[in-house]
């Protein structure tokens, strides 16, 4: 906290306007009416008068339909192995890079790049590559019949946009890892190379117990970002358009898909407020569990 | 190190070779297809050699999404978004760490919960919304003093409804908060005495103290701003307000006939281009955005 401070009633007040005036209206706003819209349904025949409060029947048709489910099945198998896969794939690179070979900079000058593209891309890009007409897959499809087809069977649509998500996000996490490693005291593992420990053993009984604050902060990120981000839309929406047969139609996809192909704004409401929950027990979940186990300097 | 570890480090280059080569290689392959034939493209092994039609591939690309207005509406929108974005993140960080009243915590708390929510869950109603911005002021201002205002305020298809709620959000106050508090309190105090008052302050020494930080968050929100998909995707239906992003769906492969990927492969290149320089040159500042933003 600050010793000095301004004294003044309207200049705070003149200086928050302008984002208090954007939340309200872009957020806070918003967020009111996806309660209503969700507890509430459109008069038959036509917008004109009140909106018809139903209590939890929107939330319970929702329960029902089993496209729901499967959406939340899709996107806990995107979210969880997308997560997975990336960290453990940007730890490895952090670890590599920190050894400070000759030329690592080189190396890490280029791993931050496909952050830059953004998911729709990435998707084209990946459509393209690991089609199974052309581009790589094509030569193995050649030999072996069948063997590779994301528009036909649904696990290889999952791998497609799991590929897609990992090959983007690895190089933010290494970033952050990287910046962890460098940050705990060469002297440390000087000292443990010293009493005769291999870097292999060094990373597992001092650089990865360090590294806990970043690891448990990135995992919070990429949890939430894999499951409602907006790469997560974009990536699905330009590859496999939520298919084939529903296989990778994530919630966020579903939900936009509900409330502008379907125009049923109080399921999509209701549909939000589930991800909504959903992100706060995950949250809540890592923090709970994950963090007692964090090394905290 | 202070150790010999030969095995080690055939490893480890090893790792990193395959990592650089994961990175590239799907680079390599866009851009050789983006110059090759329509025949080429479909040809089964795929060659890792650029062809020959690079500009007739790019031309027919720029045309066919109209890549000239959209990367044009692209830049105005990520300058918006950027410039703005600053702005009042600056200023309101400035009003949550130099003044103290009980309304400083409220407002940093109703920013801190914005956090919560990305905008791909809250996209439907902020959609509603922006179809009709005076709508909660129209609310109030009905059940305040009982007169029916017909003013209408639509933001779709419009530069502020591309920029405003983007704006919005609060990932660069907590990056200047953060900044402002390492500021010496010295400082502010020195400039009290010399009879200095906030605005003053704020304008002549606590900007350019930050403008270290103002390049690296500007260089993240453009590329941010520039790589918003759905958003955009929702809210225009008007072509003429379609930004570079939302230009890949105009840009997916013809049906009839060999799928042209090069004409696709092209304009995606294209459209990744700007974010990939800002990466690659200003990567410093990049990464150190990166960084203080999410601490």
Partial sequence: MKRVVFKSRWVPAVAALPQLLLIFLFFYWPAVSVMNWAFTLEPAFGGAGERIFVGWENFTSVFADTQYWNSVRVSLIFACSSTFITLALALVLALAVDRQLKGSKFFRFFYIWPYALAGPAVGTAFLFILSPERGLMAIVNAAHPDFWNPAKYGSHAMILIITCFVWKWVGYCFIFLLAGLQSIPRSLTEAAAMDGSGPLRRAIDIQIPMLTPTLFLLLILIATESFVGKDTYGIVDRTTYGGPNNATNVMVFNIVAKAFEGLDYSGAAAQSLMVIAIIMVFTFVQFRFVERRVHYR | ?295
């Fill in chain 2, 1 to 295: 190190m202070i150790e010999k570890t030969p095995f080690a480090n055939i490893v480890t280059y090893a790792i990193l070779f395959v990592a650089l080569t994961l990175v590239l290689v799907p680079f390599w392959i866009v851009i050789c297809a983006s110059t090759q034939s329509v025949a080429q493209v479909n040809a089964v092994p795929f060659s890792f050699v650029p062809g020959g039609e690079m500009l007739k591939n790019y031309a027919a690309a720029w045309q066919r999404a109209d890549l000239g207005l959209a990367l044009f509406n692209s830049f105005v929108m990520a300058g918006l978004v950027t410039s703005g974005k600053i702005a009042v993140s600056a200023l309101s960080a400035f009003a949550i760490v130099y003044f103290r009243s009980r309304w400083g915590m409220v407002f940093f708390w109703l920013v801190f919960m914005t956090l919560m929510l990305p905008l791909e869950v809250r996209v439907v109603p902020t959609y509603n919304i922006a179809a009709d911005a005076f709508q909660p002021f129209r609310l109030l201002i009905q059940t305040l003093t009982g007169i029916e205002v017909g003013i209408d305020w639509n933001l779709l298809n419009t530069y502020s409804g591309l920029t405003l709620p983007l704006v919005a959000t609060a990932t660069g106050t907590f990056l200047f908060r953060q900044f402002f508090m390492t500021v010496p309190d010295e400082l502010a105090e020195a400039a009290r005495m010399d009879g200095s008052g906030p605005w003053r302050f704020f304008v002549d020494i606590l900007l350019p103290l930050s403008r270290t930080n103002m390049l690296a968050l500007a260089t993240i929100l453009f590329a941010d701003t520039w790589n918003q998909y759905l958003w955009p995707r929702l809210m225009v239906t008007d072509p003429s307000y379609s930004t570079a992003m939302t230009a890949l769906r105009a840009l997916r492969p013809s049906e009839n006939g060999l799928p042209d990927w090069n004409v696709t492969n092209a304009g995606a290149l294209i459209i990744v281009l700007p974010p990939l320089i800002v990466v690659a040159v200003l990567q410093r500042w990049f990464v150190r955005g990166l960084i203080a933003t999410e601490k």
